[in-house]
């Protein structure tokens, strides 16, 4: 189980300490969410912010990329010091082409789908991606309620997985507590990204443990 805190829910004005804090609780990678303002109605942070912080860990940088055309920008974030790159599905005109992207600029390759993309979308490009993100709630805003519905989707991505043999991560992202995550985890979830529920406890590194132990 890997534990990928969501900064969306830190204070901004400190992102150095914030994440000195949750590698200090014991969580594996950083997950910091892209957003473009047209592919969610939100947005947050870009490439130059990226660059700024990677002198401050040593954890990986999971990068989720909620941006149009992420093909364009792919460059622009490896060398900002991405490791893992994200992106939607439903947001990429040529997936294939975008995952050799990441690959080519060193960074792992993952595909997110939103609650209501079906999760056979992924499955032509299983045996290259590093991971797949089941988003367990509308992607664009921290702090909403995990989405049951989704854990269909969770199954099937991890038994065809199975079936193939691969060793491809299911991460899942939204509204993650220690209920919801146990959920996650027994539909066959490895990696939980969770924004409120680390950064809003009194003691984060309970928090991750509590995560890692569902
Ligand atoms: C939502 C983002 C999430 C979000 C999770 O679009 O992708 O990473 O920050 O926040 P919580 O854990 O608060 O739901
Ligand atoms: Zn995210």
Known sequence: MLISPSILA???SKLGEEIKSIEEA??????????????V???TLGAP???????????PFDVHLMI???????DDFASAGADIITFHAEASTDVAATINKIKSA???PAVAIRPST????????LDSLYMVLVMTVEPGFGGQS?????????????????????????QVDGGIDDRTAAEAVKNGADILVAGSYIFKADDRKSAVELLKTV
Not at 27 to 32: K, Y
Not at 49 to 59: A, D, N, Y
Request: aromatic residues 8%; charged residues 30%; hydrophobic residues 40%.
């Open 10 to 12: 830190s204070d901004f």
């Open 26 to 39: 014991g969580a594996e990678l950083v997950h910091i969410d892209v957003m473009d303002g047209i592919f």
């Open 41 to 43: 109605p939100n947005i």
């Open 49 to 59: 912010v990226i660059r700024c912080l990677k002198g401050k860990t040593s954890l």
């Open 68 to 74: 149009e055309e992420p093909i364009r920008y792919i």
């Open 106 to 108: 060193g960074c792992k």
């Open 118 to 125: 079906p999760a056979d979308v992924v499955f032509p490009y």
């Open 146 to 170: 995990f989405m049951s519905e989704t854990m269909p989707k969770v199954k099937e991505v991890r038994e065809e997985i199975s079936k193939r043999k691969l060793k491809t991560h299911i």
